[in-house]
Structure formats: structure tokens, C-alpha cells
């Protein structure tokens, strides 16, 4: 036990226990400082679960930065949790997460998800902006009006505004994968806005018979689809434009010359 106290650092309620690739809360950590913790630091570790915390009856903050925790994050109820960073983890559902916030921390005032593919930051997420960015503020200022302070930024009253007139329809959704979003080869196409129907053609086979990995549709020759042997492709346009006001139809007099 002497062994253990050692690596935590203990500062009146305030409990660090940093760096020690630890995949679970040591046992040790509850039984002797969990009646009386008012902080928590548990940052730098390889946490997967939090399922120790619940001997921390009397937890106001909790720092769980630098871990491995993932969707199945479960708290306890702490209801006088009011800050909560979730820095540089491994969390990508923001809507599940915030639902269990709001269930089991009441008090929660202050949150940080910088690091996690929940939270579309730009210094982790190069294909972000801060469009989406923003819209993820409103999403969970919608689920969590009482925040004050969200990431790095103070909440304002107009984010609060907009959280609740428009947040329920903030979420950032990611793009299904190419797979998913390939179109089939015996795929009806409805182009009734043209009057007809297309079938997409059907995907050439090998020499060995087998089809090959399925294509979009494309309305290219065969020739040029092959992204490795690209060459340009000549072709008559099937719609002619005889615009009176084409290029073509200016006449220029040697009067104007």
C-alpha cells in the first residue's frame, strides 16, 4: 500500500495519479481517498473504463485527458461534478455522450472534448473548419444548456440562443464510407426529370471471369474510366446549342475593324 501512495500526488482534496499506463482505476485510489476527493486527475494513462470512479462520492472535477476511452464510457452519478475534461481520447459518438451527461453529472458546468473525433477541431481533424465547429457548440449547448465553458471558449448568450432555437439540428453527421456509397451495377436509376430511365452498365469481368470491384456510375467511355491509363477522349455531343447569341453568330464589318 506504501508502494501505491507513492506514485499519487496529494494536494489537500486533490488527487493526481498521472502517467502510470494504467488500463483501470486502482482500487487502492477509492478505497483511500475516494471519501474525500473533491478533484481527481487521471490524465496520461491507458484508461479504458472509469467503472472506479463511483467510490468518489464527493468528486466536483474530474481530469481523464490522454487515455483510451471510447463510446462505452459509463459514469457513475456524480451530482456534484461541475467540470469534466475528456481531452485526447478515443470518443466519436457525441450524441450518446451527451445524454449520459445530462443524466448522471446535473451540475456540470465546464467540458472539454479537444483531441476526440466527437468534437470537429480543426488541429485534429484537418477537414473541418470552424463552420463545424460551431455547429457542434450548439448541438451540445442544446443537450447541456447549463454549461459555462465549453473546450476553450466561454459560452455566450447568443450560442445559448441559437442552441436552443436551432441545436437539435446541429449535429455534425460524417459522410458514409466510399464503399457504402457506391452505386450498384444493377442499379434503376429514376431519371424521370429527363423522361427515361438509365440502368447503369454493367461492370466488365476479367480474363479470369470474375467481376471486377464495382465502379460508379459515369457517363465516360469505357476507355477513359481507368484512373491508371487516363487518356483524353473525343466525342459528339448529343445536345448541339444554337444559341442566337453565340460567339459564332458575331459577324465583325471591316467598317468596324
Do not use: W
Amino acid at each position: 500500500m506504501a508502494r501505491n501512495e507513492s506514485l499519487v500526488a496529494l494536494n489537500g482534496t486533490q488527487i493526481s495519479y498521472i502517467g502510470h499506463d494504467c488500463k483501470d482505476i486502482p482500487d487502492f485510489l477509492g478505497d483511500t481517498y475516494g471519501h474525500f476527493a473533491r478533484r481527481l486527475d487521471l490524465s496520461f494513462n491507458q484508461l479504458r473504463s472509469l467503472a472506479g470512479i463511483k467510490t468518489f462520492t464527493e468528486l466536483e472535477e474530474l481530469v481523464v485527458d490522454n487515455n483510451l476511452l471510447g463510446n462505452d464510457l459509463q459514469l457513475p452519478r456524480l451530482p456534484n461534478l461541475h467540470t469534466l475534461t475528456l481531452n485526447k481520447n478515443q470518443l466519436t459518438d457525441i450524441e450518446a455522450l451527451l445524454e449520459h451527461l445530462a443524466d448522471v453529472t446535473p451540475s456540470l458546468e465546464y467540458l472539454s472534448l479537444l483531441g476526440n473525433e466527437a468534437c470537429p477541431n480543426q488541429l485534429v481533424s484537418p477537414d473541418k473548419d470552424e463552420d463545424d465547429y460551431q455547429r457542434y457548440r450548439y448541438f451540445v449547448l442544446h443537450k447541456l444548456p447549463q454549461l459555462k465553458f465549453l473546450d476553450t471558449r466561454k459560452v455566450t448568450k447568443k450560442e445559448v440562443m441559437e442552441a436552443q432555437a436551432r441545436g437539435a439540428f446541429m449535429k455534425v453527421v460524417k459522410p458514409k464510407s466510399d464503399a457504402t456509397a457506391l452505386i450498384s451495377s444493377e442499379l434503376l436509376i429514376d431519371a424521370s426529370y429527363l423522361g427515361e430511365k438509365r440502368v447503369c452498365p454493367q461492370q466488365p469481368r476479367n480474363e479470369a471471369g470474375s467481376e471486377s470491384h464495382p465502379l460508379p456510375y459515369t457517363p465516360l467511355p469505357r476507355g477513359s474510366r481507368d484512373a491508371r491509363n487516363h487518356k483524353g477522349v473525343f466525342a459528339k455531343c448529343r445536345y448541339v446549342y444554337y444559341g442566337k447569341h453565340s460567339e459564332g453568330n458575331r459577324f465583325i464589318r471591316n467598317d468596324q475593324l
